[in-house]
Every structure is written in C-alpha cells, then in structure tokens.
DNA sequence: CAATAATCATACCGCTAAGTATGATTTATG
DNA sequence: CATAAATCATACTTAGCGGTATGATTATTG
C-alpha cells in the first residue's frame, strides 16, 4: 500500500503551498523558515527534512506555482475572426496578469533577481517564451506577417503596459477600461497589418 | 554667517548620497545603517541624528532622488517632423528607462510597494504623470487627436516593453534593435493617426 | 506486539541588524 | 579662550532568523 509514501506527498504538498502563501506576501527576504512552518501546521525540523534549504524551499516552490495557471488565453486564438481573436485574447491576457497571484510572483521575482538571476530567468523562460512563440504562428498565419517578432513584442507589450501601473500603487483599471484598451490595441495592430498585406 | 548650518547640509546631502546608493544596490532590507553610515563616511549615530529611523531615510532617499533626473526626453518631442519627434522621443526614452539607475529604482519600488503603497504612489506619480500629461498635448496638437488618452498609454506601453524583460534578467537589448522597436512602434501609430485624421 | 521511521515541541547556536549609550574629540561661535 | 553643539569610536541591548540538536510522541509495517 505505502501509507507512508501518500503521507509524504501530503506533507509536501502543504509545506510547499504554506511556502507559496508565506513567499508571496513576504517576499523571499522576510519570509521565515518558521512563519512556513506555522503555516504549514508543521515543525520546522520537518520542513528541513524535505528541503535542505531556504533556498532550495524557494526554487521548489517556484516549479510548483507553474502548475496552478490554468488560465489559457490561448484558447481565444481559435476564433475565427482575427479581430474577435485578438481581442478575446487580450482582455484575458490582460487579466491573467492582473491577478494578484501573478503580481505577486512578478514582485517577488523582480526583486529577486538581482540575486539570483538563474532562478529568474529559466523560470520565467517558460512562461513568456510559450507567448511569444504561440502568438507568432498566429501572426505568421492568420495576419500574414513575415516577419512577426517586433509585432508580437509590440503587442505583448500594450497588453502587459497595466501591469507596471498597478504594480507601482496605482488602482486597478476598470474592466471596462481593460476592454477599451484592448479594443484600441487590436484596432491599431490590425490598421498597420491590413495596409502591409495590401 | 552659520558655518554650522552648511556643514549640516553637507552631512545631510553625504548621508543622502551613501543612502542612494546603498539602498539601489542592495534593496530596502538588506540595506543596513551600518553600511550607509560607512558610506557616508560618518558615524551611525550622526545617521540617526538626522533620520529618525531606517524608514525614515528611505523616503527622505526617495524624495531626494527625484531631483537627480536631467534625462529629458521631451526634447525631441519639438522636431517638426512627426514621425522624427516621436522616433526621438521613444529612443531617448527607452535609454532611460533601461538605465540601471532608473531599473534599481523600479525594483526597489516594485519590491516595496506591498509594504508601503504610499511611498510608491506619492513619488512615482510625480514621472509617469508628467509624462502622460506632455505627451497627451502632444498627440492633442501634432496628431489631432480629442481624446488622446487611450493613445498615450498605448504608446508608453510600447516603449516600456523591453523594460519588463531586462528586470527578469533577460539581456539588455542592443541599440539597434531598439531603434527597429521604436520605428515599427511609430509606424503603428501614425498608421492609425492618419486613418483617422482622414 | 515490536521495531522503525516520521513528526513534534522546544531549546539552542551563530549571526546580523536596528537602535541606544557613553565618553572622548573636534569645530563653530561669542 | 571658553562654551556648547556636533561628531567620532566603540560597545551594548534586543530581537529575529537560518539552521541544528534532543528527547518525547505518534503512526506504519512486519
């Protein structure tokens, strides 16, 4: 049976979200072993029996956070009107990265990588890359883009411009300005796409 | 004559100095009194002389930071010609906003943020403010645009794009590859400016 | 039941940092 | 020069944190 082994993934599981929880509202520095723990409902000794480190816990948590997006603006793509396409896409692009789970991961990531940048950069090499190369075959297919690289950076960056503002204090934006912003993005991208096929 | 009164000043601007810096290069928490002290070349009970605490001399850093910036992007935004102004503008803008001084200071207010939102708010909307607004007479005047809000912050967003990536440790984009980004973004939006000037 | 592994509770070590205290030394002012 | 303020050098207090140690308690397996 191996009660012991299920147990142990329990275990695991809860260390790692009570890890989750403590290092996004923290952020890795004033994180404590021991606030984990009491998260956890576990002892600080058991904690360290799984991760050998503080560290370690944090890059471990960093690979299991990846697991929870299931967000999938991707699906948006599929539409088949170009204009519905991009703007389904965007708005919930848009959103996705406004959750206050990604914000978090952003903030902790983003102060975080001064020290250490490897974490940063092959995590997060995961997420913006599947983007980018997604969004390019769909530029290159349905927008008949040759060249679809500064487009595709272009238009990741309107969607993601919020983000900064939010992340800085500001108020969140209405989803009614989320809508118009994307509204005007896709508009603007189309415009130029639609001249550069004529 | 108040000899007295200059030196003070002086101690002030050193410990304000040493402050910068410190806190830019090592983050809000691991910045220690200890080290802005021997920065500063002063003692830590002359720091706490004139900072009452470490939060303190925190925002007095911010504040006194401000005053540093000369960049002045807006320069370019008087060339006659549209499209240079604008090319100009975002370039020039660009530069700034992938300094590394300019990059510290966003992440520290990126990290921080969560644990003192009025510090982050009350400063930063001294620069983006004083940007939109510039920019929004810009495209009010030179693009014929009523409601030129949208636009500006589509705008903006473009040009910041690169910043995100450079803050998770991606590699500092070249100066060509900048420009490309700035004239394909230039090019969207004269591209809708004129459709709707028509 | 007996043996073994995991966990618990708690205390401890070494270290760093915020902030305070003290007494000596410098510097500006009258 | 004498006074008073500012600064210096140094040490201290207090507290939190990373990580380890210990001995008791629980649960799993044969």
Chains 1, 2 share one sequence.
Not at 66 to 72: A, I, K
Request: with cysteine; charged share 25%; net charge negative.
């Amino acid at each position: 049976m191996g009660k012991i082994e299920q147990n142990k993934e329990k275990k695991r599981r809860a260390i790692l979200e009570a890890a989750q929880h403590v290092f996004l509202s923290e952020g890795y520095i004033l994180a404590s072993m021991d606030k984990i723990a009491d998260q956890a409902q576990v002892t600080k000794q058991t904690v360290y029996r799984y991760f050998s480190s503080k560290i370690d816990l944090f890059q471990a948590t960093l690979m299991h956070m990846g697991s929870d997006s299931e967000d999938n603006f991707f699906d948006h793509l599929k539409k088949p009107d170009r204009k519905d396409a991009l703007e389904g896409f965007g708005v919930s692009f848009i959103h996705a990265h406004l959750s206050s789970n990604h914000l978090s991961t952003f903030r902790l990531l983003v102060a975080e990588s001064a020290k250490a940048p490897e974490i940063t950069s092959t995590f997060f090499s995961v997420g913006p890359n599947e983007t980018d190369t997604t969004l390019a075959a769909f530029f290159t297919d349905r927008l008949g883009l040759a060249e679809p690289d500064t487009a595709v950076r272009l238009w990741t960056s309107m969607l993601l411009g919020f983000r900064d503002c939010v992340l800085m204090g500001m108020p969140r934006p209405s989803d009614q300005q989320i809508e118009q912003h994307v509204k005007a993005a896709t508009e603007l991208l189309l415009a130029n796409t639609a001249k550069q096929q004529a």
